[in-house]
């Protein structure tokens, strides 16, 4: 499956330009996309559900987003420090891949364990 795609979908979902995405859904151009931003408030959900769009598997990534570690937490937030207004597409893009790396990383260290 199409990363972006999976991507595009849960930014879709969470991100907000003010109060309305409505554009976003319906086709606009790059410059209208980019003004939309998922907000601290809603990162960790959005970054959730492009995983379990991509097919991870929802006990890795709710340990990668919540567990002892939280690797992908530790990411939210430094992607949010960098941009605390909120992710536009690409950084979120950016991020999805990240966590998941982190939760296929997880996946393989719990394999190993096993």
Avoid at 27 to 36: F, I, R
Avoid at 84 to 107: M, T, W
Wanted: charged share 20%; with cysteine.
């Amino acid at each position: 499956r199409d990363a972006a795609a999976w991507v595009r979908r849960a930014f879709e979902r969470w991100a907000s330009e003010g109060s309305a995405l409505g554009g976003l859904r319906s086709g606009v151009e790059d410059s209208e996309e980019s003004a939309c931003v998922v907000d601290g408030d809603s990162l960790a959900a959005a970054v959730a559900s492009a995983l379990l769009l991509a097919g991870l598997a929802p006990d890795s990534i709710f340990d990668v987003l919540h567990g002892k570690a939280g690797t992908a937490q530790v990411l939210c937030t430094s992607a949010l420090a960098c941009s605390p207004s909120g992710l536009d597409f690409g950084a979120f893009q950016g991020l999805c891949s990240a966590c998941s790396d982190a939760v296929l990383a997880a996946e393989e260290c719990s394999a190993d364990v096993g």
